[in-house]
């Protein structure tokens, strides 16, 4: 019954911007920690950015420190990752996770705790 779907994934141009929105159903959103991942071609699966139940606090990964932005809209159980100044380097596959788990760094980069999986949004960036 729980459904996490994403959305807002595309082709855009080096430098350009994006904004994934991420909605859950199903489930108390209040209750989860909200994650984005994303995976490249024969790459593993890496973190990109994390927001705790309240939104007051967020994890960024070091690659994209200053140009992505997570935020959330209890509201709306919806979870947003604003992309700005992507590089080619960013093209992959984005999921959206829920988990259960209180938010902190290291959980943020812990694929295995987060229960709930969307079917990931594309994104792709030209050089």
């Known amino acids: 019954q729980v459904q996490v779907v994403e959305s807002g994934g595309g082709l855009v141009q080096a430098g350009g911007s994006l904004r994934l929105s991420c909605t859950a159903s199903g489930l108390t959103f209040l209750d989860y920690t909200m994650a984005w991942f994303r995976q490249a071609p024969g790459k593993e699966r890496e973190a990109v950015s994390c927001?705790?139940?309240?939104?007051?606090?967020?994890y960024h990964a070091d690659s994209v420190k200053g140009r992505f932005t997570i935020s959330r809209d209890n509201a709306k159980n919806t979870v947003y990752l604003q992309m700005n100044s992507l590089k080619p380097e960013d093209t992959a596959m984005y999921y959206c996770?829920?988990?259960?788990?209180?938010?902190?760094?290291?959980?943020?980069?812990?694929?295995?705790?987060?229960?709930?999986w969307g079917q990931g949004t594309q994104v792709t960036v030209s050089a």
């Open positions: 996770a829920a988990s259960r788990v209180d938010s902190t760094a290291t959980l943020c980069q812990m694929d295995n705790r987060f229960r709930y």
């Open positions: 927001i705790n139940w309240s939104g007051g606090r967020t």
